[in-house]
């Protein structure tokens, strides 16, 4: 039996906002070719979306090295031992929970993650993320194995531990403002892209005589105007 009316809800996602419209752009062209094959009509509404997330190796540091000083949690024998038994039910390497703080990688454009709107938090101010272990190594993901674990002793000791780090981080940062500076300076950078709707190119830039303090508005008590133009791509 045919319904006289359907609605179907989907979500997109991609490395970059460019690869999104892409996407985007076939599943328009999917539903358009739907309905002709079909004969029916059809509409479509853009509900919401997200930005990409974007990457502050600063913020990342900080965290690193403040989860290397409070350490990856302790979790019991029995605590691994039901790990294991875990991992063996999903055919998985029997390696039980994660005891050490992995090294710091360096992170491309793609950072991975959820459907999660921190994303959108990161264009605003500089972000950074932090895992802990809180279910078997090598567990896949919307698992009752990650359910099982999460709501157990083990989530609730990653949990204290990433609590533990942010608080740690925290303190660091109040203390050493040259922190805090650095990874605004990477935030701002990482924002200019010469494509797209938010390209840089065509954008007028203007050149004050001193350091803008980053907090004053509108010119961050820069002093005088020294030079100003437009930005553009010179041709070899």
Same mark, same amino acid.
Not at 129 to 148: M, Y
């Given at each position: 039996?045919?319904?006289?009316?359907?609605?179907?809800? @989907?979500?997109?996602?991609?490395? +970059?906002?460019?690869?999104? #419209?892409?996407?985007?752009?076939?599943?328009?062209?999917?539903?358009?070719?739907?309905?002709?094959?079909?004969?029916?009509?059809?509409?479509?509404?853009?509900?919401? *979306?997200?930005?990409?997330?974007?990457?502050?190796?600063?913020?990342? !540091?900080?965290? @690193?090295?403040?989860?290397?000083?409070?350490? %990856?949690?302790?979790?019991?024998?029995?605590?691994?031992?039901?790990?294991?038994?875990?991992?063996?039910?999903?055919?998985?390497?029997? #390696?039980?929970?994660?005891?050490?703080?992995?090294?710091? #990688? #360096?992170?491309?454009?793609?950072?991975?993650?959820?459907?999660?709107?921190?994303?959108?938090?990161?264009?605003?101010?500089?972000?950074?993320?932090?895992?802990? %272990?809180?279910?078997?190594?090598?567990?896949?993901?919307?698992?009752?194995?990650?359910?099982?674990?999460?709501?157990?002793?083990?989530?609730?000791?990653?949990?204290?531990?990433?609590?533990?780090?942010?608080?740690?981080?925290?303190?660091?940062?109040?203390?050493?403002?040259?922190?805090?500076? !650095? %990874? !605004?300076?990477?935030?701002?950078?990482?924002?200019?892209?010469?494509?797209?709707?938010?390209?840089?190119? *065509?954008?007028?830039?203007?050149?004050?005589? +001193?350091?803008?303090?980053?907090?004053?508005?509108?010119?961050?008590?820069?002093? *005088?105007?020294?030079?100003? *133009?437009?930005?553009?791509?010179?041709?070899?």
């Amino acid at each position: 039996m045919v319904p006289d009316h359907a609605k179907v809800w @989907h979500y997109v996602r991609g490395k +970059d906002r460019q690869e999104v #419209e892409e996407v985007y752009g076939r599943v328009l062209q999917i539903a358009e070719g739907a309905a002709l094959m079909s004969g029916a009509r059809h509409e479509v509404y853009l509900v919401t *979306g997200v930005y990409n997330k974007l990457v502050n190796r600063e913020a990342a !540091r900080l965290l @690193h090295h403040n989860f290397e000083f409070v350490g %990856a949690p302790d979790f019991s024998e029995e605590e691994q031992a039901f790990a294991r038994e875990l991992q063996k039910s999903l055919g998985k390497p029997e #390696e039980g929970l994660s005891r050490k703080v992995m090294p710091l #990688e #360096e992170a491309g454009v793609f950072t991975g993650g959820g459907s999660t709107d921190v994303a959108d938090v990161s264009w605003i101010t500089p972000t950074a993320t932090l895992s802990t %272990a809180c279910w078997p190594l090598g567990s896949p993901g919307h698992s009752w194995a990650v359910v099982t674990c999460s709501g157990s002793s083990v989530g609730f000791k990653g949990i204290h531990a990433a609590a533990k780090v942010f608080a740690a981080a925290g303190v660091e940062a109040l203390l050493d403002p040259e922190i805090v500076r !650095r %990874a !605004r300076l990477e935030w701002i950078d990482s924002k200019l892209t010469f494509r797209g709707p938010e390209s840089i190119i *065509g954008r007028a830039v203007i050149v004050h005589a +001193d350091e803008d303090d980053l907090t004053s508005q509108p010119t961050g008590n820069a002093g *005088g105007r020294v030079a100003c *133009g437009v930005i553009g791509v010179k041709k070899p």
